[in-house]
């Protein structure tokens, strides 16, 4: 078994970042990945993306678990009374979580039929670009909403993007990266920078001066 400090942490960070659309199965839950020194727990619905890790004290031989949503609540509420210690393992398609005297056994192994997306050449692109963001970019509200669920309400946000068809890349320290795609400038919501400046043009203009007082009001 390897030791995962902090894994109701990990799994809380990218929760929000599942899909719900029932059509990309590979997309509704999360990766757990354990790479010799690091294990990573990821999520995305191809807007956003979320990729958390810890570091192991030992090494560990390299494995990949699957949990679907279901899995992931039933992980998080296993682990939200957990205090101290938390041991897991991966074995012939199982995850035995072993933490305050008690122990969960999952399946894990995600099925032949269901594409489970390439995570790593992404996020490693995305990292790789250097900031390049020369016009505005649309943003949906409530994709940025589930960047409140990183850490409390304080945490600082390191952000830049590589250009305006690029994803916004925000990082919370060294153990967080998320990745937030723009809305395509054709939706109907999205106003150009030009014209919300062309609204706002009034406020540039000098204020009407006061009209003279007639003498008798004096």
């Avoid at 068809?165 to 320290?173: F, N």
Wanted: glycine share 8%; net charge positive; proline share 8%.
């Amino acid at each position: 078994m390897l030791e995962i400090n902090g894994m109701l942490g990990m799994l809380d960070q990218v929760a929000p970042h599942m899909s719900t659309d029932s059509n990309l199965p590979g997309l509704c839950g999360v990766q757990l990945e354990a790479d010799g020194g690091t294990v990573y727990a990821v999520a995305t619905d191809r807007y956003t993306m979320a990729v958390s890790r810890r570091g192991l004290e030992r090494r560990h031989a390299t494995w990949s678990a699957w949990l679907p949503r279901e899995t992931v609540n039933r992980i998080r509420a296993f682990l939200t009374d957990c205090a101290g210690r938390i041991d897991v393992e991966m074995r012939r398609g199982r995850l035995t979580i072993a933490a305050a005297g008690r122990r969960l056994t999952v399946d894990a192994a995600a099925p032949a039929w269901i594409w489970i997306p390439r995570w790593r050449p992404v996020v490693t692109a995305a990292l790789a670009a250097a900031p390049s963001l020369d016009r505005e970019v649309g943003l949906s509200v409530s994709f940025l909403a589930r960047w409140g669920h990183i850490a409390g309400p304080h945490t600082k946000l390191t952000v830049w993007a590589a250009g305006p068809r690029k994803p916004l890349v925000l990082a919370a320290g060294s153990d967080f990266i998320g990745l937030h795609m723009p809305l395509p400038a054709y939706l109907p919501a999205y106003t150009e920078r030009q014209a919300i400046q062309e609204s706002w043009a009034h406020l540039t203009k000098p204020a009407p001066a006061a009209a003279p007082q007639p003498s008798w009001a004096a």
